[in-house]
Nanobody, 127 residues
Framework: VQLQASGGGLVQAGASLRLSCVFS????????MGWFRQAPGKEREFVAA????????KYADSVKGRFTISRDDAKNTVYLQMNRLKPDDTAVYYC?????????????????????WGPGTQVTVSS
């Protein structure tokens, strides 16, 4: 599996960005997709996840109401729409894929729950 994220950049506080992550190598629709981020000097943390089919989503409290995760199975792509960005959102953002192994598999928030990772894209928010 390969994951390639894009869409990062340098923006001012209050601006918006949309990250994209293209999945290849296996059946995209059989994977839960997640976004994580890692700020300088901090551990990688969960941001958002979307289930197969796109109906179920989960967000970290810090981004709830500002970020929206979605997926387009026809394009093998997961998105992260980030609005009202804050300097605290500055980080490298990673997309990850969790292969579905059971019916009603929950949306995982742990790094070890995800099977595949992309190389990340930098998001910098200036104050």
């Amino acid at each position: 599996v390969q994951l390639q994220a894009s869409g990062g950049g340098l923006v001012q506080a209050g601006a918006s960005l949309r990250l994209s992550c293209v999945f290849s190598g296996r059946i995209f629709s059989s994977h839960i997709m997640g976004w994580f981020r890692q700020a300088p000097g901090k551990e990688r943390e969960f941001v958002a996840a979307v289930g197969t089919g796109g109906r179920l989503t989960k967000y970290a409290d810090s981004v709830k109401g500002r970020f929206t995760i979605s997926r387009d199975d026809a394009k093998n792509t997961v998105y992260l729409q980030m609005n009202r960005l804050k300097p605290d959102d500055t980080a490298v953002y990673y997309c990850a894929a969790d292969r579905v192994r059971q019916i009603l598999q929950p949306l995982a928030v742990g790094l070890s729950d995800y099977d595949y990772w992309g190389p990340g894209t930098q998001v910098t928010v200036s104050s």
